[in-house]
């Protein structure tokens, strides 16, 4: 695994950030008329321009700071999704009961952070140290006195004593990041073209475990 940076992109750069989601799908379209479709990804794969969030000088200091101190392209490093960053709506506040982890069995201790999008299961890795809300068939259970969280890996770890039992539902609610990579090794940035309006270009792509 290549290393990462356990960092926050600058957060009010990322805000005005632009970019989503994307898959990767093939298409064939059939003599018959008819088509068909297979998803050559499992999961989806983040993309970001981070250029559109400067607003100011002191913004631009600060990426290339940031940016150099990642080596380019070669260090990981977590952010903040502008549009999709919570357990749930972006204005309703985290409650332990938005996303159902498991169930218990009275041995797995083990449970990671996932969002659901419909059927669409999506992993969590990077969840924002202390947003993590985690419940036991309702009950909100406390940290760490019932459970540690792994905030690079996104697992919860329930202690031998508070494991959740046979049939109990296991749900979190939490902030998150994304992890991500500069995906380019050199920026090209003029001040005078960022003073009269140009907003340079700061390609960032979400990385896969």
Request: glycine content about 10%; proline content about 7%; overall charge neutral.
């Amino acid at each position: 695994m290549q290393p990462f940076h356990d960092f926050r992109f600058p957060l009010g750069v990322s805000f005005g950030a632009t970019g989503g989601p994307e898959w990767k799908n093939e298409i064939v379209a059939l003599t018959s008329g008819h088509e068909q479709r297979n998803a050559r990804w499992a999961s989806s794969r983040h993309h970001y321009d981070a250029g559109t969030g400067l607003r100011s000088l002191a913004d631009l200091e600060e990426v290339l700071g940031f940016f150099e101190a990642r080596c380019g392209s070669l260090l990981a490093f977590r952010f903040r999704d502008p549009f999709d960053h919570q357990s749930c709506a972006a204005d309703k506040p985290i409650a332990a009961t938005d996303q159902v982890l498991g169930q218990g069995d009275g041995k797995q201790a083990v449970f990671q952070l996932q969002k659901r999008y419909g059927d669409y299961q999506r992993t969590i890795s990077k969840p924002v140290p202390g947003s993590v809300r985690v419940a036991v068939g309702g009950i909100e259970k406390q940290e760490p006195a019932d459970f540690t969280v792994d905030v690079l890996t996104g697992q919860i770890v329930f202690k031998p004593d508070r494991i959740p039992p046979a049939g109990m539902s296991v749900t979190a609610g939490f902030a998150f990041d994304v992890p991500v990579r500069f995906d380019t090794d050199r920026l090209t940035i003029s001040v005078k073209s960022f003073k009269a309006g140009e907003i340079p270009t700061i390609p960032i792509i979400e990385v896969k475990a």
